[in-house]
């Protein structure tokens, strides 16, 4: 039994369904991410747990206590904004404090949270300062740390890091993750960015159109993924339909390419499926001389990533992606026509096209 | 680079003139009040203070000027405790209710004064003519009428302090709305609060239409007996003028000073709870 449980949530406004048959169980140490594009329903189902908005249908259990219909403010839940939603009247310590204030906790047991929160979230320096005095990383640790200042049953975080610069988030991504482990409290965290999915969450819920689309470890989710969803979502793969024109081999026709694969996942001869492989598995020129699979095509596009550059081709009709160490794409430019081998083993059928 | 050396110059001439157009009227009346003789030349002959004299020796002057400032104020406290109220609602709890809500605040913009005088009056002496003619009627009349002020003043404030994001960080910290309200909206409502106090207070205390006719001489204010003394003596009545005018100052300084400390007080108060 998870420490927190959610059966059948769903989620109306007006015509539009938000979040339907939503089922996810989370323990209590356990950090599970939300992941999917705009409007797939994330935050909708966090607001949901938070109390904020009320579920047309399901139930919401924290620690065995159905809070489905309780008020946010007696759920002792503990929330993070991607706005930080900081109260501007009151200084860091006020802000941390607020809570407990609330719950008339007595002045030196909120001074002692207040300095052991500021510990934990780097803030001591800052206690006495306004919002407006911070900046976009610390206004965000003094959201963390208010949120936690209440001994939250869960935490919940709502893209807490959208809002800031490209090493900051990396720099709190992995501060929310040693806090999250050092307090032990579950939590769920919304995003839509995969990079922080994968970095921080112990398992990774893929949405889709208000569903749950798939629910994994970050690992499986990234190297294995089961829907054409995720693996479009995840990664840089290659994401081909096709059909299924031998077992033995396990083989697929892609447009006018034969694909021999790592297995078919139960698809009879005959069957229209989807084969993914993922981009850094595509091999270039005398590399992938040896794979099962060969593709010629002709380079459209090079955009280099540091150690890695990700080339774009266009083959018999079809557009593959390729990530390769970048020395290797440096040998090659946009025009030119290149061999591609791929192995079996990166072929994975994943189900019906 | 001609036009960036001339910006200072345009600008200067904008506030000179933005200066004198506004404030003219003013140096005029106060001139005219303290002049001696002041009938063929540019500026006044003498001075004298004997109009605020002759003001001050006037028996209803000292009540006119209380009934004005307890009416102006009374009329603050209602429109100040009505749109709080009203708008954190609308911006928490029924956003799809702002537009209408701005809509209906207009309504007294678009009415007569007089109009909107003589409705009430019809209206309560059919429903309840008791309250005819009585303070009380002025004092809702007023209130009714000044709600626009209030109202976009403190619209804008909520919506820059996105207030129902504030609302719901205090429900997920245990708070009830009451408590945030308190703690976390109101303090950060002081400019809102400061501009659009000032709009209904020194609108309120120099209304003349609606006290005319709902209250007329019955509990005559300010602006009602200064009407009554235009015929009589002009420089006593631009002494009357003066004077409302420094209350009414006065008193927004005043409405502004409180609001901009309301932020201050409120917070150590959250502090100190225990």
């Known amino acids: 039994m998870g420490y927190i449980e959610i059966e059948r949530l769903e989620k109306r406004f007006g015509p539009v369904v938000a979040v339907r048959d939503f089922d996810l169980e989370v323990a209590r140490d356990e950090l599970v991410a939300l992941l999917g594009p705009s409007g797939c329903g994330k935050s909708t189902t966090l607001r949901m747990i938070a109390g904020l908005d009320l579920p047309d249908g399901g139930r919401i259990r924290l620690d065995g206590q159905d809070v489905t219909h309780t008020p946010p403010h007696r759920r002792r839940v503990g929330m993070v904004f991607q706005e930080y939603a900081l109260f501007p009247n009151m200084t860091v310590a006020e802000n941390i404090q607020f809570g407990p204030m609330i719950a008339g906790t007595p002045a030196p047991e909120r001074a002692r949270r207040v300095a052991e929160l500021a510990e934990l979230t780097a803030l001591p320096e800052t206690l006495h300062r306004y919002p407006h005095q911070l900046s976009g990383g610390q206004r965000q640790r003094v959201a963390l740390a208010r949120a936690l200042a209440i001994r939250p049953r869960v935490l919940l975080l709502d893209e807490p890091l959208s809002a800031l610069d490209a090493p900051i988030r990396q720099a709190l991504r992995a501060e929310i993750r040693r806090i999250q482990q050092q307090v032990r409290i579950a939590t769920i965290y919304v995003t839509h960015d995969q990079e922080e999915a994968l970095a921080l969450a112990d398992r990774v819920v893929v949405m889709e159109a208000g569903r749950i689309c798939e629910v994994g470890m970050p690992a499986e989710i990234y190297h294995r993924p089961r829907s054409a969803f995720t693996a479009a979502f995840i990664g840089s793969n290659n994401l081909l339909e096709g059909v299924v024109v031998s077992g033995q081999p396990p083989t697929v026709r892609c447009g006018g390419q034969l694909l021999r694969c790592v297995s078919l996942d139960g698809a009879a001869d005959g069957a229209r499926v989807m084969v993914v492989i993922p981009a850094e598995s595509v091999q270039l020129g005398a590399a992938g001389a040896g794979a099962a699979n060969r593709v010629t095509g002709v380079i459209t596009l090079k955009t280099f990533h540091g150690p890695l550059t990700r080339i774009e081709l266009a083959a018999d009709g079809q557009r593959w992606l390729a990530l390769l160490p970048s020395p290797v794409a440096a040998a090659c430019a946009v025009g030119e026509t290149v061999s591609l081998g791929i192995p079996a083993e990166a072929c994975r059928v994943i189900g019906r096209a | ?274």
């Open chain 2, 1 to 274: 680079m001609r036009g960036l050396r001339l910006a200072p110059v345009l600008g200067g001439a904008l506030w000179a003139g933005f200066v004198v157009y506004s404030t003219l009227p003013l140096v005029a009346t106060t001139l005219f009040s303290l002049s001696r003789r002041w009938v063929d030349t540019a500026l006044p002959e003498g001075f004298s203070v004997e109009s605020y004299r002759a003001m001050v020796q006037e028996a209803p002057f000292l009540p006119s000027l209380g009934r004005s400032t307890a009416l102006a104020g009374g009329t603050l406290v209602i429109v100040a405790t009505l749109c709080i109220l009203l708008l954190t609602w609308v911006h928490i709890r029924a956003p799809r209710l702002g537009p209408p809500a701005e809509v209906i605040s207009l309504i007294p913009f678009a009415l007569p004064w007089v109009v909107v005088a003589l409705s009430l009056v019809r209206f309560y002496g059919v429903l309840y003519p008791r309250i005819l003619n009585t303070p009380l009627l002025l004092l809702l009349a007023h209130g009714a009428v000044s709600i626009p002020f209030m109202y976009w003043a403190l619209d804008n404030n909520l919506r820059a302090i996105n207030a129902r994001l504030l609302y719901e960080a205090g429900a997920t910290l245990g708070a009830r709305w009451d408590q945030t309200l308190r703690y976390a909206l109101l303090p950060n409502l002081g400019p809102g609060l400061a501009t659009g106090g000032m709009l209904v207070f020194a609108n309120s205390f120099g209304e003349y239409a609606l006290s005319r006719l709902i209250v007329g001489a019955g509990w005559a204010t300010l602006p009602v007996w200064q009407a009554s003394l235009i015929n009589r003596d002009a420089r006593v009545t631009s002494a009357i003028t003066v004077v409302g005018i420094a209350v009414a100052v006065t008193a927004s300084l005043a409405i502004t000073v409180w609001a901009s400390r309301l932020r201050g007080e409120v917070a150590p108060a959250a502090g100190r709870q225990g």
